[in-house]
């Protein structure tokens, strides 16, 4: 199957290139980019969105992280922001000295604007100390809670490891603060680090391929697996930030993956197929003793009715539904 985008200019003339930052995929997580400058012995700073009043394209708690080369990596606004960031976060770098900064509405840098009218605070943190950096690294490669607490005013950092229960403790309003609210109320910050969302994909075919090659744009953790292999599936994978989703049109194997991925804590578990052979499914999974309550939680036929009839649209509903069901099912985990 050829998926080159290489020829799109070809196909028509005036079409642009895609930008290589979205060819590559997007990075919402940078605690990997993050460690990986920091043990190459590059000046980092991370930028943290803190506060914004009125509306913002990007949740309180995202981040982006600037080197000293002025490379960056995450987004913090829809890209209207992003350069003058990256200056702001090199001259906290030149200045060893953290920052809390408002763009857009009351903001002091009257020829940066920002399009929605709305406000934005940014913390500014240059070079994080090696142990943060480690303990952020540490609980994104293990895959456990992190919660991360700024000192605004003082410029102090504090790191506490969680449980998952402790998970729901994480208020999700948000304080709209104006720039004097900001000014006089916001001393603290605090942000819960979860792990990536993975998926565990097992099947082959063309809807297989096109799942695969489409997630990668996505900030995903891929384990992929072909039918041949399904035997060494392993559901010790499948964490609440897991989804397992089965992409063949044969089934006969399926059973011993899926009675064991209803017994995980999966966010998401989808099966393609017709209606029909849904059926069939769950009963071959209700001969094997599973629960109508655990079968209900698997999504067949996977994916959102979206109407598409072409393996890539087939794709983009299966990826479209996980997404969906991941926002449902995930807790906001910022706070102020």
């Known amino acids: 199957?050829?998926?080159?985008?290489?020829?799109?200019?070809?196909?028509?003339?005036?079409?642009?290139?895609?930008?290589?930052?979205?060819?590559?995929?997007?990075?919402?997580?940078?605690?990997?980019?993050l460690y990986d400058w920091h043990s190459?012995?590059?000046?980092?700073?991370l930028v943290t969105l803190v506060n914004y009043e009125g509306s913002s394209p990007r949740p309180v708690g995202s981040q982006m992280v600037v080197n000293e080369s002025g490379e960056a990596v995450g987004l913090?606004?829809?890209?209207?922001?992003?350069?003058?960031?990256?200056?702001?976060?090199?001259?906290?770098?030149?200045?060893?000295?953290?920052?809390?900064?408002?763009?857009?509405?009351?903001?002091?840098?009257?020829?940066?604007?920002?399009?929605?009218?709305s406000g934005i605070?940014?913390?500014?943190?240059?070079?994080?100390?090696?142990?943060?950096i480690?303990?952020?690294?540490?609980?994104?490669?293990?895959?456990?809670?992190?919660?991360?607490?700024?000192?605004?005013?003082?410029?102090s950092h504090q790191v506490v490891q969680l449980s998952n229960e402790q998970l729901t403790r994480v208020t999700t309003k948000n304080y709209q603060y104006n720039r004097a609210q900001v000014e006089n109320d916001l001393s603290n910050f605090?942000?819960?680090?979860?792990?990536?969302?993975r998926v565990v994909v097992v099947g082959e075919g063309a809807i297989y391929d096109y799942f695969v090659a489409m997630a990668q744009l996505f900030d995903i953790e891929m384990l992929t697996c072909s039918t041949g292999?399904?035997?060494?599936?392993?559901?010790?994978?499948?964490?609440?930030?897991?989804?397992?989703?089965?992409?063949?049109?044969?089934?006969?194997?399926?059973?011993?993956?899926?009675?064991?991925a209803v017994e995980t804590d999966a966010f998401y578990i989808g099966a393609l197929g017709s209606r029909s052979t849904h059926s069939m499914r769950c009963e071959l999974l209700r001969e094997r003793g599973i629960s109508d309550t655990q079968i209900n939680r698997i999504k067949g036929p996977a994916g959102l009715n979206l109407g598409g009839r072409t393996p890539p649209e087939i794709a983009l509903s299966i990826l479209a539904e996980i997404v969906c069901v991941r926002q449902q099912a995930m807790p906001k985990v910022w706070s102020l």
């Open 229 to 260: 292999r399904y035997s060494t599936f392993n559901a010790e994978l499948l964490d609440p930030w897991s989804a397992l989703v089965t992409l063949s049109h044969s089934h006969e194997w399926e059973p011993d993956i899926l009675s064991k």
């Open 121 to 132: 605070d940014v913390l500014i943190t240059p070079n994080p100390e090696a142990s943060f």
């Open 40 to 45: 190459r012995s590059l000046a980092t700073v």
């Open 76 to 117: 913090i606004s829809g890209g209207c922001l992003e350069s003058a960031l990256i200056e702001e976060a090199l001259s906290c770098l030149r200045l060893k000295q953290q920052r809390l900064v408002r763009y857009g509405k009351s903001s002091d840098y009257f020829d940066i604007q920002l399009p929605c009218g």
């Open 1 to 33: 199957m050829n998926m080159n985008v290489a020829s799109l200019s070809e196909v028509n003339p005036l079409a642009e290139a895609i930008p290589s930052g979205i060819a590559s995929g997007f990075i919402d997580d940078i605690r990997s980019t």
């Open 190 to 197: 605090t942000k819960t680090y979860t792990p990536r969302t």
């Open 134 to 155: 480690n303990q952020l690294f540490a609980a994104y490669s293990n895959r456990t809670l992190l919660e991360w607490t700024a000192d605004l005013v003082g410029g």
